[in-house]
């Protein structure tokens, strides 16, 4: 935790990116209270497909349909990045207990574990999510499963190749003489020593899940009316983008700017995590 409080005093490209997405956050969240438009509200008054501008509080313009495009692009915010958070919360605890406990067993109980997660990974997903979306209708929560089934596959991986690398330092072996139990070593023991890699790893799941709830979105499977997300929204400003660039351009460069910062974000946490390795 010192090296990742002193390194944004040293890196101001992990500054920059930090505050960026702070504000980026702070907008989606905050951003509908400043207007008066609700999401799913339909501007009859105004001109469908308005441009940005000061007029009737359109500071984002309006799409096709003259719903507000500011308060659409912040509600779709919340839902992209609520969706990179909880796929990336599944990440983090299946994959972390899942290749933690494969690295350190070993043996049959480590190939049967990995041959599942090979398993999984042969599965196309897209095939995967047609068949939830035929199956169980298109809901929000279908889209968690969808890319939660698959996210964690990677962090497994990572984790136990780390936990071999670990498990016979000296540490562990002090560990196993004092009496405990092999559960106990590993959450105990070995997962806290992977810390820096699961924090590493986790800001560029994040970004992977956004894009795969976006890519999905593009495609129609995504989330449905009245909800929206930045992959609906790029998905709909296409459609209409010679008559309303803006309504490609603006979810567009916030999906962008938001996936670049937590790579940026990534990149610097790496730097500050893996100077020193890892130590007990």
């Known amino acids: 935790m010192r090296d990742v409080r002193s ?7 992990l500054l920059a990116a930090a505050l960026v997405l702070a504000s980026i956050v702070l907008l989606v969240i905050a951003g509908p209270l400043l207007s008066p438009y609700a999401v799913d509200e339909i501007d009859f ?24 495009l500011f308060v659409r692009i912040c509600d779709g915010g919340r839902l992209s990045l609520l969706v990179g958070l909880a796929a990336s919360s599944v990440s983090l605890f299946i994959g972390v207990a899942w290749g933690a406990i494969a690295g350190y067993f070993g043996g049959l109980i480590d190939a049967v574990m990995m041959r599942i997660v090979d398993i999984l990974y042969a599965m196309p997903f897209l095939f995967f999510a047609i068949l939830l979306t035929v199956l169980f209708g298109r809901h929000i929560v279908l889209i968690f499963a969808a890319i939660g ?31 405990s139990g092999p559960l106990h070593i590993v959450f105990a023991h070995i997962v806290p020593n992977l810390l820096g890699v699961i924090v590493v790893y986790l800001t560029l799941t994040i970004p992977q899940a956004i894009l795969i709830e976006s890519f999905l979105s593009f495609l129609g499977l995504g989330v449905q009316e009245p909800h929206t997300s930045w992959g609906a929204l790029v998905s709909n400003g296409a459609q209409a983008m010679e008559a309303t660039p803006w309504a490609l351009i603006l979810p567009a460069g916030f999906l962008a700017v938001t996936l670049l910062c937590l790579n940026f974000i990534g990149d610097g946490l790496r730097d500050a995590l893996d100077v020193r390795g890892v130590r007990r």
């Open 149 to 179: 089934a698959i996210n964690w596959l990677d962090m497994a991986r990572i984790v136990r190749g780390q936990t071999l690398s670990l498990k016979r330092r000296e540490f562990v072996e002090a560990a196993i003489v004092s009496g």
């Open 45 to 68: 008054a105004g001109v469908w497909g308005a441009a940005p501008g000061l007029a009737a509080a359109h500071w984002f313009g309006t799409d096709d349909l003259g719903r507000d």
């Open 7 to 13: 390194h944004p005093r040293r890196d101001r490209t």
